[in-house]
């Protein structure tokens, strides 16, 4: 195990550019009125899926299976991220479903700037045992993709092919 | 030795376009490993290769223990942990499990042991639809083929051939096709009653499963459906969660040049109270199916550590050059050369060990610092042993006797004259794929008294 070595301040940017490589899109935002208005604007028009997570404030659709398989936009907290990779961390304890983050094309995701951990040695540090806190820990690390057709770079396959990840309190 | 089955290598070299497309996809996959593993990105690579080396072996060396640890925790999680001896003996298991579920529909991801045990075959008889979701892996189940390479089974493919499999238009781009697969696949997914994946990695401490993936199909075969089973291979254990964190960066690194891959699960058992989603009804499929055979054998035991990241076959000469089909079992390139002997006897393909240049590509390149050139050589060793040729054993034990008495080696100076080799007779074979440097004018020994040393 090897804890990168890198200063707290800096691990939402080097978050940000790890996802950006990949891809993905990161928003900062100041506070969580600034990130839900966010949100808002982004959702608007569209069908939309989301958990129950209290920092997503309530909005669009509820989790069921339909309305996962129908929704543009799929609406998710997350447990943790890893800021060297970009990746996000989820739990099921946290009451976030597998589908939403899975069958729409595109995810939302809302974290606060304090759960962004350095990096999959942190994280194994923190939850040695994740099976015992949840039946599923996903990590997502960019858009869904594949390279099975002449070896050309696809996004979008089965999870989504859209990413966007909204940092509060930065 | 006998040579190789020809016929498919032929095929292969003959063949321009899969020639460069074997040659550039593996090129392509070898340049991104090697750019994730550089000294200024991965400044421990060699340690974390060491360290999952020796993680490997501690679990094989200890593997009782590990599996029953492991299947205590699958249980203690609301899972069930199914033994299989046999290929035939997990078959029968899912086969049965459907018909008591009533399941006519199972999607599959990506599974290189349900290849070994021919699990579609066997569902298919049952009549039961089993249905491949990783994109590669549709498109050869569709085309009626076997993956071609351990993590891109549809290298030898192009567009065109895609469009033709899936019915699209013949100029439809990898994004027309990747789409009109997702499009089929999403309704597979939300219909099907079983989801079989396999497992990257066994974690024993946690009685969970470690499925690795880019796409998202392990995701949902594993989520969507009321039944989840993993099939894998006993060898696959690892001790703790925390290894994860040597195994995870080696992996994606090895496989295709991700620091991490897009998609990691950690699954331990079927959905719990308060969660919206999830299996029912879990289950992990252990085969043995002759690994027990191997983990006897000491010296050829650490062929278990692979990871299946197919690095060693982008970098094998002779893989970039015979494809993926020129192997007899599921398992190609330098991996599938030492495990199909020693899982399908080492008479049936004798060739085998012997189609290798022993460059040592494969053993620099692989995660878990398995010494293929080494174990290629004890198999060598072993065939030539048991039914090696009569006349070829007393050539060699001839040539070690002249090369040990320098006079009658001195009344050779003849050979030298030929300047070249008659292709004739055993040489033909062996001389109609290599190239003899030109000898030169003076032998050493000439030299040697020239220079007045004698």
Redesign the interface.
């Given at each position: 195990m090897r804890l990168v070595d890198f200063p707290r301040e800096d691990l939402a940017a080097k978050f940000s550019d790890a996802l950006t490589a990949l891809n993905g899109n990161v928003v900062l935002a100041p506070d969580l009125d600034a990130a839900q208005a966010h949100l808002r604007t982004m959702l608007a028009g569209k069908r939309v899926v989301a958990s129950r997570a209290p920092i997503l404030g309530g909005i669009g659709e509820e989790y069921s299976r339909e309305a996962c398989a129908a929704a543009d936009i799929g609406v998710t907290s997350a447990d943790f991220a890893l800021a060297d990779t970009g990746t996000l961390v989820f739990l099921t304890e946290s009451r976030e479903s597998r589908l939403i983050s899975l069958l729409p094309p595109r995810h939302i995701a809302v974290i606060e700037r304090d759960r962004i951990l350095t990096s999959l040695d942190e994280l194994l540090s923190r939850v040695p045992h994740p099976g015992v806190q949840s039946s599923a820990m996903v990590l997502i690390t960019g858009p869904s993709r594949t390279a099975d057709i002449e070896m050309r770079l696809v996004r979008g396959v089965h999870g989504p092919g859209e990413i966007t990840v909204i940092i509060v309190g930065s | 030795m006998k040579s190789a089955p020809p016929q498919k290598i032929q095929q292969t070299l003959a063949d321009p376009k899969l020639q460069k497309?074997i040659y550039?996809?593996t090129g392509?996959l070898a340049g991104n490993r090697r750019k994730t593993i550089a000294a200024d990105v991965l400044p421990?690579y060699q340690e974390l290769r060491q360290h999952a080396h020796d993680l490997k072996k501690h679990t094989l060396d200890h593997l009782d223990a590990y599996l029953e640890e492991f299947e205590r925790?699958v249980a203690a999680?609301g899972g069930k942990v199914i033994w299989a001896s046999t290929g035939a003996e997990a078959c029968a298991f899912i086969g049965n499990l459907a018909r008591e579920r009533g399941v006519k529909l199972v999607v599959k991801s990506k599974s290189m042991t349900s290849e070994e045990i021919h699990l579609n075959e066997h569902l298919e008889k049952d009549g039961i639809d089993a249905v491949e979701?990783?994109?590669?892996e549709y498109?050869i189940q569709l085309a009626g083929e076997k993956p071609y390479h351990i993590i891109?089974?549809?290298?030898h493919?192009?567009?065109e051939q895609?469009a033709e499999v899936l019915h699209a238009e013949a100029d439809s781009t990898?994004?027309d096709?990747?789409a009109i697969?997702?499009v089929a696949?999403?309704e597979k997914?939300?219909a099907a009653g079983i989801g079989i994946t396999g497992a990257n990695f066994l974690?024993a401490?946690?009685?969970?499963i470690v499925l690795v993936e880019?796409?998202?199909?392990a995701?949902?075969s594993s989520?969507?459906p009321a039944i989840h089973i993993a099939v894998a291979g006993i060898e696959k254990l690892i001790p703790?969660?925390?290894d994860?964190?040597v195994f995870?960066?080696l992996l994606g690194r090895s496989a295709?040049g991700?620091?991490?891959?897009?998609?990691?699960?950690?699954?331990?058992?079927?959905?719990?109270a308060?969660?919206?989603?999830?299996p029912e009804e879990f289950y992990v499929v252990l085969l043995d199916n002759g690994r027990t055979k191997i983990l006897a054998d000491p010296g050829k035991r650490q062929s278990l550590y692979c990871i299946r990241c197919g690095a060693c076959l982008n970098h094998c000469p002779v893989y970039r050059k015979i494809g993926g089909y020129s192997y007899p079992w599921v398992y190609s390139g330098p991996i599938g050369k030492i495990l199909t002997p020693q899982f399908m006897g080492r008479e049936q393909d004798p060739w085998l060990p012997f189609a290798s240049s022993l460059c040592g590509a494969c053993g620099e390149v692989c995660p878990v610092k398995i010494e293929i050139p080494k174990i290629l050589l004890e198999l060598r060793q072993e065939i030539v042993e048991k039914s090696g040729d009569r006349r070829e054993r007393m050539a060699f034990r001839m040539f070690a006797w002249i090369m040990r008495h320098p006079h009658i080696y001195a009344q050779f100076r003849w050979v030298r004259k030929l300047r070249k080799l008659p292709a004739a007779g055993p040489l033909k074979a062996w001389l109609s794929q290599r190239d003899l440097p030109d000898l030169p004018k003076k032998s050493f020994r000439e030299q040697w008294r020239e220079r007045g040393r004698a």
């Open positions: - | 497309a550039s996809a392509r421990d925790n999680r979701t990783d994109l590669g498109i891109a089974p549809a290298l493919k192009t567009r895609v990898p994004e096709l990747t697969a997702r696949l999403r997914f939300l974690v401490d946690s009685g969970a880019n796409e998202g199909n995701r949902l989520s969507a703790r969660a925390q994860l964190a995870l960066k295709t991700q620091p991490l891959s897009v998609y990691t699960s950690f699954l331990a058992g079927p959905r719990r308060g969660e919206p989603d999830g």
